[in-house]
């Protein structure tokens, strides 16, 4: 923590506070510094700077070109590029020489931690529980204590696991999630021959199947609810839906078209890198040739229904496929079954004055603020937390430094950054 007091027992104030320190509010604090002399802080709950740090390992690999880092795409010459840290961590030319297709992930993490040091305006090891508004903007509280005041806020609470309800009976020790994968291993080194099952057919399941054939692991279930295990869209037409101009259009259409089209388009980013299917369809093929059989087995459209901790041990799945119901007994479970946005820690008065839609999802405004029966210009945005009104760039990192500009031209009033992006065959 680096808060320190304002004096006569009051927090400090801030003019902006960002809750979260990943890839969203750091692309913010990046080009905010640009911009103003005002004090911004961010707050979050990690020991120190990381991104999905349980879900690295050697080999895992970015869905995002290098390009869409913190800043590049509406201020290449700040010094937080991409390239920047290249050049000044040493390691420009052994990247280059490299000649990864796809960043290794832990890359971009060392990029994350480099920018956040340079910044230094994060506080870790602070989880924000709760916010409340004063007379003059918000107050967020940490352990229960006011931490900070502020006349605006930023939300960039990112996402966590899904737990399904079919684990939660389960012996702890043998049933898990993806992020915990690496941490069991080295207690799974006696059960590499027992079946072990990973459900959920997305990035991370293939990520975690891959880790285990790779561990030596011969008997392999994964399970996804989708006909097939699919892969990203990658085609230059995909990735039109990641540019300003197709967000810009899906804000002028009504909600239900506009859920329709992305819905329709979700597997343009949800979905697996071919380049990870690859390893997986040629790492089974060499286990084939030394067991006689597959290590993995591939079984789409299974959707799991429960699961039944059994007397010897073993855990039962059941699952509906397209035809008969089927069931599998497995020695332990691996859960990658999606994630959840995080809600925002509002105390019972802040939140019963934010706007809600129809499914409980907080109303956000194209500049990413969202709508509350707020005091006197103070503003509260939100990023990742809008889907289905911002589209699929929502989540993902392909648009950050674009999302953090459109928040300061609206928070400061002004066009500080334009956002331009005429240049497209397209028309939607
Ligand atoms: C394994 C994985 C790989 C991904 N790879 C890609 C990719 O290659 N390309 C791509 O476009 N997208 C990718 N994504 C999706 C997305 O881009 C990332 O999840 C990205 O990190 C989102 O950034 P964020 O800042 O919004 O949220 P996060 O990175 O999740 O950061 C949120 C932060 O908020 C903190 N926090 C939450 N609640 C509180 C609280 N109450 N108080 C204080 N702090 C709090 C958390 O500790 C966390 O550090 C990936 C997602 C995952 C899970």
């Avoid at 390992?57 to 880092?69: A, H």
């Avoid at 290794?104 to 602070?126: K, Q, S």
């Avoid at 295990?229 to 078209?257: C, T, V, W």
């Amino acid at each position: 923590m680096t808060i320190t007091e304002r004096g006569n027992g009051h927090p400090p104030r801030y003019h902006t506070i960002g809750i979260g320190a990943g890839p969203s509010n750091l692309s913010l604090a990046a080009l905010y510094k640009g911009v103003t002399t005002e004090k911004l802080a961010l707050f979050d709950s990690r020991p120190v700077a990381g991104w999905h740090t349980p879900l690295l390992y050697p080999g895992v690999r970015m869905q995002t070109g290098w390009m869409k880092d913190l800043v590049s795409l509406v201020d290449p010459r700040h010094e937080l590029t991409f390239l920047n840290y290249l050049v000044t961590s040493g390691r420009l030319y052994a990247l280059i020489n490299s000649q990864f297709d796809a960043l290794p992930r832990i890359e971009y993490e060392r990029y994350l931690a480099w920018a956040t040091e340079r910044l230094g305006v994060v506080n870790f090891d602070c989880r924000v529980d709760s916010i409340s508004i004063t007379d003059d903007g918000f107050e967020v509280c940490v352990d229960g204590t006011p931490v900070a005041q502020s006349e605006h806020l930023v939300l960039g609470l990112g996402t966590r696991p899904v737990w399904p309800e079919y684990v939660r009976g389960l012996d702890r020790e043998q049933a898990f999630i993806a992020d915990e994968l690496g941490v069991r291993l080295p207690g799974l080194e006696a059960s590499k021959a027992e079946p072990i099952a990973v459900v959920g057919g997305g990035q991370t399941g293939l990520e975690c199947v891959l880790r285990l054939l790779g561990s030596g692991f011969t008997d392999i279930r994964w399970l996804g609810r989708n006909q097939w295990f699919r892969s990203i869209d990658d085609s230059p037409m995909a990735n039109e839906l990641y540019r300003p101009s197709h967000i810009q259009f899906l804000q002028g259409l009504n909600r239900g078209k506009r859920r329709e089209m992305i819905v329709d388009s979700r597997y343009s980013g949800d979905a697996i890198t071919p380049g990870g299917l690859r390893a997986l369809y040629q790492g089974n093929y060499d286990g084939l040739l030394t067991l006689g059989r597959f290590p993995v087995t591939l079984l789409p459209g299974r959707d799991v229904t429960s699961a039944e901790q059994l007397a010897d041990g073993n855990i039962r799945l059941r699952c509906t496929t397209p035809e008969m119901p089927e069931e599998h007994e497995v020695r332990h479970l691996v859960v990658a079954a999606g994630r959840e946005h995080v809600q925002a820690p509002f105390d019972d008065d802040l939140r019963e004055r934010i706007d809600y839609d129809d499914d409980g999802e907080m109303l956000v405004e194209p500049d990413y603020s969202i709508r509350w029966k707020g005091m006197n210009g103070h503003r509260i945005f939100s990023f990742n937390a809008s889907r289905y009104s911002h589209g699929l760039t929502n989540a993902g990192l392909t648009q950050l430094p674009v999302r953090a500009a459109i928040v300061l031209n609206s928070m400061f009033d002004r066009e500080i950054y334009p956002i331009s992006d005429e240049l497209c065959a397209v028309k939607w």
